[in-house]
């Protein structure tokens, strides 16, 4: 039984009937920088992260969690504009995929569908607000740590399975210094390191 909590059983029915579903595997790259959005993903399961890259360097923006959908790809679909993002899934993934072309006539059809993204547009909102607010203002062990316990609480578990080089990717600093981090935080006994694998204690 898929659940969306747009509101509206019928809204909910007739986005689901022009849809696709698709699993898609872990770090599979589903939309480009550059590309033309025909689709706008609704993740089912799974997780898929959200970034800009420049010059090889990756700023992670948010993650498409189960029940909700990726507000840039719809405004870039709406709009029939180029994405100015990647998309990843971070692990095995199902997914609904709706057509732009489709959803531009449910959005007029149904006021609660265009709620249900306009929701989802406020609370990434103020998820990068927090992100931006964090890089200036936070230090970078508490900005690990914190990335950490959300990533944790996300999939559900206290092992996290994740290198040091990703850690330094999605927060835009270099591997070594997320490496001296990670051991300051063990010793304080906030995390266990283990191969591959990061424990929240």
């Known amino acids: 039984m898929i659940n969306l909590n747009i509101g509206d059983k019928q809204a909910q029915v007739t986005l689901i009937s022009v849809s696709q579903i698709s699993d898609i595997p872990a770090d599979t790259i ?92 406020h609370e990434r909102y103020n998820e990068l607000i927090d992100t931006f607010e964090s890089v200036l203002f936070k230090r970078l062990d508490q900005r690990i740590y914190e990335y950490l316990r959300n990533k944790a609480s996300l999939q559900n578990t206290d092992l996290v399975h994740i290198t040091h080089r990703e850690i330094a990717t999605d927060l835009g600093t270099a591997r070594e210094v997320v490496t001296r981090i990670l051991k300051k935080l063990e010793r304080e006994k906030k995390i266990q390191i283990i191969a591959g694998q990061i424990k929240i204690l």
Do not use: M
């Open 30 to 121: 589903i939309l480009r920088e550059g590309q033309y959005v025909r689709v706008v993903p609704v993740v089912l399961n799974g997780l898929i992260k959200v970034y800009l890259e420049r010059e090889d360097k990756d700023f992670f923006l948010y993650y498409i969690q189960p029940g909700q959908s990726c507000i840039l790809s719809f405004s870039a679909g709406l709009r029939d504009q180029k994405s100015r993002v990647f998309a990843r899934t971070i692990e095995p993934t199902r997914a609904l995929l709706v057509p732009v072309e489709k959803l531009r006539k449910l959005v007029r059809e149904y006021p609660s569908i265009l709620r249900w993204y306009t929701d989802l547009y």
